[in-house]
C-alpha cells in the first residue's frame, strides 16, 4: 500500500484546481457581461438625455451627452444625429468642422459626405460643396441625395472683382478686355495679364495675337504681352488677321494679302476684304461678292455671295459648316458651297463648337445644329451659338445662359454676354461694366 500513499490527495487537488478555475472563469463572464450592461445602461442614459435637452433646445447639456455617448460607441449614425442637432440649432460652424472630422472618421460612409455639402450649401460655400463632392466621387461613392445636391448648385457662379469697359471672347487662354481706351488680355481667371495699352487686338491663336499701339505700329505678342513677331520688308502695314499655323492675314491700305509667319513672303491675296484663315477656310471679297478659298490660296467657291459670317475671332468655318448671306437670307453651306438643308434664316451666328448654331426668322432665336434642323425652337429675343455646353439668351431685356436641352441654367440678368470657356468663364455686363463670371464647378 505505501506506493498508493500519495494518489488520493493528488486526485482531489488537481479536482479542485479544476473548479477552481471554472468558477473563476464563470466570475469573469459574469463581470463582463454585467460590465457590457453597464456601460450599454450608461450609453442608453445618455443618448435619452441627449435627445431629451435637444427636443427641449438645450444644446450645451445635448452636444455634452452626445459626445459621452459617442465615447462609449461611436458610429456615423450618431455623429450624424449630433451635426443635425448642430444644423438645427443654427451652429453652422460647428457643424463645417463636425462635418469635416464626419467625413475623416467614415471615409467610406456617403451619408458623411451628404451631410457636409449639405452645411455648405447652407452657407452657399459652393467651393466647398464641389470639393466634398469630388472627394465623394474620388472614394467611388455616390447616392441619389448626393447627386441631387450636384444638380442644385451645378451653375451656382461668382463674380470676378475687376471691371471692364469692354470684354471679347476667350481664344485659347485669353480674352481681350478693354480698360478705359486701351486694350489688354486677361487669364482664363479673369486676371489681367497682357496690360492695357493697345488700340486694337486681335484673338489669341496659335500661341500669337495681333495687336495696334495707339501710334499705329502693329506686331504679335505671346501670351505674357512681349513682342513676339514683327512683320519686316512689307510697307504700309495697317492692319494684322489672325495666326492659322504659319499664316497670318495683313492689310496694307488697299488690299488683304496672306503671309509667311516663317519669313514674311507675301503667299496670295488681293483682295478687298478677308476674313481670318482658320479650320483651313476663310472668306475674301473680290469686287461686290465674297466667295472662300482654302489655305493654300485656292478658291473652294466662286465669289457668289453677299456676305459670310464671321465670328468675333474673324474665323468663318467651324463644325465644318459657314453661314453665308444670298439677297436678305443666310444658308447654310459647307465648304464647297454646298447648301446644307433647305432652310433659309433671317440671320445667324457661326458654331462655337460641334453642337448648336444660333440662328434668327421671323424676329426670334433659336438653334440648329450641322444639318440645318431647328433643335430648339425660335424663341428668343437674341442668342448666341453653343459654347462648351451652354449658350446666351435674351429674354425681354436681359441675357442668361441655357444649356443643350434649353433648361435656363443662369437666370436673365446681365446686359450683355459673352461665351463660356472650356473652365467655365464668360464676361458679362452688369451695370455697364464686364466682369468675369466662374462657375464654382470649374473654379474651386
Excluded at 345 to 355: N, V
Amino acid at each position: 500500500m505505501k506506493k498508493y500513499k500519495f494518489l488520493v490527495p493528488v486526485v482531489f487537488d488537481a479536482v479542485g484546481e479544476a473548479v477552481r478555475m471554472v468558477v473563476l472563469f464563470g466570475l469573469s463572464i459574469y463581470k463582463l457581461y454585467s460590465d457590457r450592461s453597464a456601460t450599454r445602461q450608461k450609453y442608453d442614459t445618455l443618448l435619452a438625455g441627449a435627445r431629451e435637452c435637444r427636443s427641449l433646445g438645450v444644446v450645451v447639456d445635448a452636444n455634452q451627452k452626445y459626445q459621452a455617448a459617442l465615447e462609449i460607441r461611436p458610429s456615423a449614425s450618431l455623429g450624424l444625429e449630433l451635426g443635425e442637432m448642430y444644423m438645427e440649432s443654427n451652429l453652422k460652424g460647428t457643424a463645417e468642422e463636425w462635418g469635416k472630422e464626419l467625413v475623416s472618421k467614415y471615409p467610406k460612409d456617403i451619408r458623411t459626405y451628404e451631410y457636409l455639402m449639405e452645411v455648405y450649401r447652407s452657407t452657399e460655400d459652393f467651393e466647398e460643396c464641389f470639393r466634398v463632392y469630388e472627394k465623394a466621387r474620388g472614394n467611388k461613392l455616390t447616392s441619389e441625395k448626393l447627386e441631387e445636391i450636384h444638380r442644385e448648385i451645378e451653375y451656382t457662379f461668382t463674380l470676378g472683382y475687376a471691371c471692364f469697359g469692354d470684354a471679347g471672347i476667350y481664344s485659347g487662354t485669353l480674352s481681350p478686355v478693354k480698360v478705359k481706351e486701351l486694350w489688354g488680355y486677361v487669364n482664363q481667371k479673369g486676371k489681367l495679364v497682357v496690360d492695357a495699352k493697345f488700340k486694337e487686338v486681335g484673338a489669341y491663336l496659335f500661341e500669337l495675337a495681333p495687336v495696334m499701339e495707339p501710334d499705329g505700329s502693329v506686331y504679335f505678342i505671346d501670351a505674357s504681352g512681349n513682342k513676339k513677331h514683327v512683320v519686316r520688308g512689307v510697307e504700309n502695314v495697317r492692319k494684322l488677321g489672325i495666326v492659322s499655323g504659319t499664316t497670318y492675314s495683313l492689310y496694307n491700305g488697299k488690299t488683304w494679302d496672306f503671309y509667311s509667319l516663317e519669313n514674311d513672303t507675301r503667299l496670295f491675296g488681293g483682295y478687298e476684304d478677308a476674313s481670318g484663315l482658320g479650320n483651313g477656310v476663310a472668306a475674301v471679297k473680290q469686287g461686290k461678292k465674297w466667295g472662300l478659298i482654302n489655305g493654300s490660296g485656292e478658291a473652294l467657291t466662286q465669289p457668289v455671295f453677299d456676305g459670310i459670317v464671321q465670328d468675333e475671332k474673324t474665323v468663318v468655318c467651324r463644325n465644318e459648316r459657314l453661314f453665308a448671306k444670298k439677297g436678305t437670307k443666310y444658308l447654310m453651306i459647307d465648304a464647297t458651297g454646298t447648301q446644307i438643308g433647305t432652310q433659309t434664316f433671317d440671320d445667324a451666328r457661326l458654331f462655337a463648337d460641334t453642337t448648336y448654331a444660333a440662328v434668327r426668322q421671323n424676329g426670334k432665336w433659336g438653334f440648329v445644329d450641322k444639318d440645318g434642323v431647328v433643335v430648339i425652337p425660335l424663341q428668343y429675343e437674341d442668342a448666341r451659338s453653343f459654347s462648351n455646353g451652354l449658350a446666351a439668351v435674351k429674354k425681354g431685356e436681359k441675357w442668361g445662359f441655357v444649356d443643350l436641352e434649353n433648361n435656363m441654367v443662369i437666370a436673365p440678368q446681365f446686359e450683355d454676354v459673352r461665351d463660356f470657356n472650356s473652365s467655365g468663364n464668360v464676361f458679362v455686363e452688369l451695370d455697364s461694366e464686364w466682369q468675369c463670371l466662374s462657375l464654382y464647378q470649374y473654379n474651386h
